[in-house]
């Protein structure tokens, strides 16, 4: 969005940096506020995925 008025020499590189970081708090928040749920759940792993690797120490 703020790439076009930086390609029209509108805005400097300096400023599109600005911007892109002052606009990026904002925006987080709302795409964590439309997933609210998903950030307040209890997150608990049923499955196994997340085991713990066995190492050379254990294996021996």
């Known amino acids: 969005m703020l790439f076009i008025p930086y390609w029209a020499g509108l ?5 599109l940096m600005a911007a892109g ?3 990026m ?3 987080m928040a709302v795409a964590m506020l ?3 749920d998903e ?3 209890h997150h608990r792993h ?3 995925s997340h085991a713990r690797p066995e190492t050379a120490n254990e294996a021996a």
């Open 11 to 15: 805005l400097s590189g300096h400023a």
């Open 21 to 23: 970081h002052v606009l």
């Open 25 to 27: 708090l904002p925006l």
């Open 34 to 36: 439309r997933r609210r």
């Open 39 to 41: 950030y307040t759940q």
């Open 46 to 48: 049923a499955h196994g």
